[in-house]
């Protein structure tokens, strides 16, 4: 399922008995409410995660962008989520800019 356009996608890279991964979760839980869809990836589940997160978790990205390691900022991360959204709603107006321009030139050439 594709998340709503406006909300940004926050992952938890985690795995079982990590008491920091719990704490980032926490933080993550409450900074993010109705503001991000947050996805939990437990990183032993995969072997290339495992390879590539294994001492360094939890680690969170947001949209793809790594935003923490280790600990999480509530702080840090509310402003991730701020620019997260300023991203997308960027691509949006290049998007309905790109959309208006397409149909001036149609209109311009069909006359």
Do not use: N, W
């Amino acid at each position: 399922m594709t998340p709503p356009a406006h909300r940004p996608v926050v992952t938890v890279f985690t795995r079982r008995r990590c008491g920091l991964c719990r704490e980032a979760e926490a933080v993550v839980a409450a900074v993010a409410r109705r503001r991000a869809e947050v996805r939990l990836v437990d990183i032993d589940s995969d072997d290339a995660l495992a390879a590539r997160y294994t001492v360094r978790v939890p680690v969170v990205t947001v949209d793809g962008v790594e935003v923490a390691e280790h600990h999480v900022d509530a702080g840090t991360l509310r402003a991730a989520l701020r620019a997260a959204r300023r991203r997308r709603g960027s691509a949006r107006a290049d998007a309905a800019g790109q959309r208006f321009v397409s149909t001036l030139v149609k209109s311009v050439r069909g006359r």
